[in-house]
């Protein structure tokens, strides 16, 4: 992809993130350009989950900058954040549905905050569920719900907003290994369509050899090597690359 002459729909200077006296991310810088797949791989604890979080401030940096189609996010007061907060859409670990409404309420319910009449929100949000293969599970709640249906739900209410970005924070780690696919399944999807440029936490090295642009190795809050998926696999120059080339001939 040809990035030259192109601004950066999301750009990162010098971020910086301890917890106590453990400095978790070290002066990240990274350019995130539209339409791009990045995914960002590392051992447990090497500040992946951290950087994703503070990109919308859901976990505040302690120094650094963090631009989003221009406007510095870790300058902005609450009431701007949050309505930026709007075009980053959020996948989380854990699914976050609000167990009382369902399926379709869940979906629509971040349409209704931006002011949406009921009818529109879910008109839209059916089409969002439409597009993760959920729209006749509609009406079921989510303790109906198998674990990968939960987070595609949760990929859906990000959908729904339309987002320019979306963040994906190990979004098959709460998920059995045979719910993994489907997930999998939309992600590449997402992908295909370039419907938005995206920002992906994961341990899933067949995804990330498929479906990234890039490829991130992030080591002790540090990003120690980025590339495409054919080099970093295959000729990697980071002690982390060579434990997933390794991984990808097991």
Request: glycine letters at 8%; hydrophobic letters at 45%; a neutral charge.
């Amino acid at each position: 992809m040809n990035t030259a002459e192109r601004e950066p729909l999301l750009k990162i200077e010098g971020l910086e993130k301890s917890y106590r006296k453990r400095r978790v991310l070290k002066g990240i810088n990274l350019n995130l350009f539209p339409g791009e797949t990045i995914i960002i791989m590392g051992p447990s604890g090497c500040g992946k989950s951290t950087l994703i979080r503070c990109i919308n401030r859901l976990t505040e940096p302690d120094a650094g900058q963090v631009y989003f189609e221009g406007v510095e996010v870790t300058g902005l007061a609450l009431p701007p954040l949050s309505v930026l907060r709007r075009r980053i859409g959020f996948v989380f670990q854990q699914f976050n549905l609000v167990r009382r409404l369902n399926v379709l309420e869940n979906v629509a319910f971040a349409l209704r905050i931006e002011g949406l009449p009921k009818e529109e929100a879910e008109a839209k949000a059916v089409q969002a569920l439409s597009r993760v293969g959920l729209r006749e599970r509609a009406l079921n709640y989510p303790v109906e719900l198998s674990g990968g249906e939960q987070q595609r739900v949760g990929i859906a209410r990000a959908l729904a907003l339309e987002p320019p970005l979306m963040l994906w924070d190990e979004p098959t780690a709460a998920l059995d290994p045979i719910l993994v696919s489907e997930v999998i399944e939309i992600m590449e999807e997402l992908v295909r369509s370039k419907a938005t440029t995206m920002l992906v936490v994961t341990h899933e090295v067949g995804f990330a050899s498929r479906a990234a642009d890039r490829i991130i190795f992030m080591d002790q809050g540090m990003i120690v090597e980025e590339g495409a998926p054919a080099t970093v696999f295959t000729t990697p120059t980071s002690e982390i690359g060579e434990k997933y080339k390794k991984l990808l001939k097991t």
